[in-house]
């Protein structure tokens, strides 16, 4: 079955731009898409297909995709931002998350 | 505005079963694909199955650890998707949540908390 990693954990100092990654066989491939989820709430979507972003996500958040990694990138990284990030894709016809990875902002 | 209100969630027994509903509105429930997602406490999403639209053939696709014990429907009369679960385990202890869509999920619930235990 397709596997997607990420990394548990990523830090960040306010205002510099945090880079979360998210690597699978091939994943250039696929569409992948990013989830933001903080504690005690439902995920958010923040970015799908790749580089888009949904209608109220702030343009700080972009994504890519190349190779076997995908990227999400948060350029000038507020505290409200710390959270818990998950990447997803497709696998023929069945959807695959990776394990996410909490963002720490200090 | 779209909403999504999943219920059903409760206390079970290992072995027991449980039907998890998902009432919708805010958009053309019986033209969307539908998905259900789980996360158990304090771990990552996990994708349950989906279900596409009638119009689409009605099929049903299942992720590993449920498949042939869990079984998604959709009654387009009124808006809502439902989870049949069978043959309960503790590792289906979870938070429950349903979406509109089949590759990526704009929309999420609340959740309704399913926990397996003795």
């Known amino acids: 079955s397709y596997e997607l990693t990420q990394p548990p954990s990523v830090s960040v100092s306010p205002g510099q731009t945090a880079s979360i990654t998210c690597s699978g066989d091939?994943?250039?491939?696929?569409?992948v898409c990013w989830y933001q989820q903080r504690p005690g709430q439902s995920p958010v979507l923040v970015v799908y297909e790749d580089i888009k972003r949904p209608s109220g996500i702030p343009e700080r958040f972009s994504g890519s995709n190349s190779g076997n990694t995908a990227t999400l990138t948060i350029s000038g990284t507020q505290a409200m931002d710390e959270a818990d990030y998950y990447c997803q894709a497709w696998d023929n016809s069945t959807v695959v998350f990776g394990g996410g990875t909490k963002l720490t902002v200090l | 505005e779209v909403q999504l209100v999943e219920s059903g969630g409760g206390l079970v027994k290992p072995g027991g079963s449980l039907r998890l509903s998902c009432a919708a509105s805010?958009?053309?429930?019986?033209?969307?694909?539908m998905t259900w997602v789980r996360q158990a406490p304090g771990k990552g999403l996990e994708w349950v199955g989906r279900?596409?639209?009638?119009?689409?053939?009605?099929?049903?696709d299942y992720g590993a650890p449920v498949k042939g014990r869990f079984t998604i429907s959709r009654d387009d009369s009124k808006n809502t998707l439902y989870l049949q679960m069978n043959s309960l385990k503790t590792d289906d202890t979870a938070v429950y949540y349903c979406a509109p869509g089949g590759s990526y999920f704009g929309y999420w619930g609340q959740g309704t908390l399913v926990t397996v235990t003795s």
């Open positions: 279900i596409t639209s009638i119009t689409d053939g009605g099929t049903k």
């Open positions: 091939k994943l250039g491939d696929r569409y």
């Open positions: 805010g958009f053309k429930f019986s033209n969307a694909w």
